[in-house]
């Protein structure tokens, strides 16, 4: 990926939200948003649909990876390092409980330089304790979520929310990008930043906004 311009910006998606169906007419409704989130200037689109089979969702990435081309805006897809790079993805995201950052970030490495993964693929993880998150730098990892800042039900399960000053700490430590995630709204984002943070991660900020390009540019504002 190129340098992005900041605060980094990353939508996460959740289709299933969108729409109670969970067939096509939710991915249909998730390709519509992502283009919205696209004409808006998003940096980062994560693909987080963990409920589909691997061909579905190598489909939608094509299908977001087609939208993207020639915009700004940078398809990462959580967890299936395959599905991104066939789809031409511009990096994978790794959770705890994913593959090792270190195995990932180092076949990454090595295939860059022998020309089979393009320049700028990278490699996130998502994080939830300072121990973990230099962890990740360590082995690797080119940029970190961490959180969750604030409660917020989508992280309920990973652990209580960290607050600002765990932020800043993180920040301080490591090199890498930290963007924080979890319960990110126009209110707190801007403390984020404040303490530290490269940019912002979020599904209801941005997937929830009735005006996407309004919430990106109150967001640029706050850097």
């Known amino acids: 990926m190129p340098h992005e311009a900041k605060p980094i910006l990353c939508y996460v998606t959740d289709r299933l939200a969108l729409s109670r169906n969970a067939g096509s007419r939710a991915s249909n409704d998730l390709l519509a948003v992502m283009r919205g989130g696209i004409a808006a200037g998003m940096d980062w689109i994560q693909l987080r649909e963990k409920d589909l089979p691997a061909r ?3 489909e939608l990435t094509r299908e977001a990876v087609r939208a993207a081309r ?9 967890d299936q390092l395959g599905v991104a790079l066939t789809a031409g993805g511009a990096g994978v995201h790794l959770g705890e409980a994913s593959l090792p950052v270190a195995e990932v970030a180092r076949w990454c490495r090595t295939a860059i330089r022998e020309g089979r993964v393009p320049e700028g693929f990278r490699v996130g993880a998502s994080r939830h304790s300072l121990e973990a998150a230099v962890e990740a730098e ?8 961490f959180g969750p800042m604030f409660a917020t039900p989508s992280k309920a399960a990973f652990s209580p929310p960290q607050g600002l000053p765990k932020l800043a700490e993180v920040c301080r430590r490591v090199r890498i990008p930290v963007l924080a995630i979890g319960g990110i709204t126009l209110e707190n984002a801007g403390a984020c930043l404040e303490a530290g943070a490269g940019g912002v991660a979020a599904v209801r900020l941005f997937q929830e906004s009735d005006d996407f390009a309004a919430v990106v540019s109150q967001l640029r504002a706050k850097s």
């Not at 360590?138 to 979520?145: L, P, Q, S, T």
């Open 56 to 58: 579905a969702l190598l």
């Open 70 to 78: 020639g915009s700004a805006t940078r398809i990462v897809v959580n």
């Open 138 to 145: 360590r082995d690797g990892a080119d940029y970190i979520f």
